[in-house]
Every structure is written in C-alpha cells, then in structure tokens.
C-alpha cells in the first residue's frame, strides 16, 4: 500500500520521497545491469543524445522495475487504477562528468492532452547533491505550464536542451537524496533540474513515467504504452508487449517504431537543434 501522508503531500509540493520500492542488494544489481548495457555494442543503438530510451521494451529485468506493487500502488492513489507506462529513460552520469538537467517542465514536450501523470525516479546507487541529484521547487506544479527555449549545449542531458523561462530562488528548491532503491515521484509541470557529478562514482538512476488510460496523444497520429496494472478501455495507445528475451529482434523492432513515434512528439517544433538530433539506431 502507498503511504498514507503519499497523497496529500504530492498534492501539496508536487513531489513526494523517498519511498522504498527495493532493497539495497537488488537496487545494485539493476545497477550493475544497467551499467553493463550502456558500456555494450547495444548502447548506440538505445536512445537519444547518449541517453538509454525504452529498456522496458528490451528487457525482462527493467519490466520488473515498472512492475514495482510499491511504486504502482503510489501512483494508483493518484491517477486511479488503470496505468500505463509511457516511457522509460535511463540518465548516466559517470564520474566527475559534466552532464546537468536545466530548469524544466516534464509535460513540455510530450504531447499529452492532460496531466493525469507521475514520473518515478528510481536509485540504482547512492544519489546526493555531491554526484548530481535532482532539485525539485516546491509547489511549482501549481504554476502552471511555462514557456520552455530549446538551449544548445553539449553538457545538458535533456533531449532538446530545453530550459524553463523562470527566474528561481536556489535556497528554496529542494534536494532529492536517495539511497539505492529508494524512488521520489513527481509532477510534469514540477520545475526541476539537476547538476554534475563531481564524485568518484556512477550516478546511475532510472525514470519511468505513468499515465492513466484515459490519456492520449495530442501531437502525432500515433504513440505506445504499456499496461502494467488495470485494464485499458480506452485504447488510446498501440499497446506494447513484455519483452520475452534479453534484446532480441522482435524488441529491437518495436523498440525502433517507439523511439521514432516518440521523436515525432519530443522534437515537434523544434529548430537549430542539430546537436540534439537523434542518435544513429542502426
């Protein structure tokens, strides 16, 4: 069951953690999984300006992470019990790397017609301020939607280098440290950002963003999801199948028509971004 003060609290600040969805020992081994797929020929293959897109469709063990009972049941006493998983991204930061997140609004970009969403941050390992963990402002999800400008800059993470027109006060956003299998959950329209990693150690963590049934896709003609609780009886969404093996032809193909569906969305409207075209996928 999700905590009882879960609710109120993400209402309220637009965020809630940390809440616990696995031990230590086996948030390590997705880790370490995790880890040996972004160092594979697999890697170039997999995402968006270095990033790991959509292992949910690739691989059994990130299907397990999705399936959480600890993170789905959060999520449900929000958006209700039919859910979807929209998406999935891996973010990398390996030692004293210069990758950062600007200020900015999740529901951006995406295409979607309401906000009936929750993105989970999932801890592979330890996440602090000294290795680049988020910063959420408190509250921001109540502002509504702002302008966003694409930004090109080789360091920042985000698909389109967007960046949120808004002035923030730094003393009063919010760290978000987590200890490896510990998961903070928050709002598309929460400003957030995160910074370097100036340790000696991988910061290694996974998103995962929920969605009702009930949402759909206002920018293209076509989109994918997965069921992981409920039933969908809307359709809105050609729906994606578990994977049956570790990167096999079937989930490369799906994989390959999702990211091309999902760039049609995430870079609508964009210009000059020539830096932050998707990566080759052959």
């Avoid at 509504?144 to 080789?154: F, N």
Wanted: net charge negative.
């Amino acid at each position: 069951m999700a905590p009882n003060d879960f609710k109120p609290r993400y209402e309220r600040d637009g965020y809630y953690f940390p809440l616990t969805a696995f031990g230590a020992d086996q948030a390590t081994k997705y880790g370490r999984r995790v880890q040996e797929i972004a160092n594979s020929n697999y890697a170039c293959r997999l995402g968006n300006r270095g990033q790991i897109n959509q292992l949910h469709v690739l691989c059994p063990f990130v299907n397990e992470i999705i399936r959480s009972p600890a993170i789905l049941d959060a999520v449900e006493s929000v958006l209700g019990p039919n859910l979807l998983v929209w998406g999935t991204s891996v973010f990398l930061k390996p030692p004293h790397s210069s990758g950062f997140v600007s200020w900015h609004q999740d529901l951006t970009y995406w295409g979607l017609n309401n906000e009936q969403e929750m993105s989970a941050w999932v801890a592979f390992g330890p996440v602090n301020q000294e290795n680049g963990c988020m910063h959420f402002l408190p509250g921001s999800h109540n502002l509504g939607q702002k302008p966003h400008r694409d930004v090109v800059d080789a360091s920042n993470i985000l698909t389109r280098g967007q960046h949120a027109e808004v002035d923030v006060d730094e003393f009063q956003t919010i760290p978000v440290e987590l200890e490896p299998g510990q998961v903070s959950l928050h709002h598309g329209h929460l400003l957030h950002r995160s910074g370097p990693n100036n340790t000696d150690h991988h910061r290694v963590g996974m998103v995962i963003n929920y969605i009702s049934t009930s949402v759909y896709q206002s920018v293209a003609d076509l989109d994918f999801a997965m069921l992981v609780r409920g039933v969908d009886e809307y359709h809105h969404f050609e729906e994606l199948p578990v994977p049956k093996a570790e990167f096999d032809e079937d989930g490369f193909a799906m994989h390959d028509r999702m990211m091309a569906a999902h760039n049609n969305v995430l870079y609508d409207g964009a210009r000059n971004m020539d830096s932050a075209a998707p990566v080759s996928r052959k």
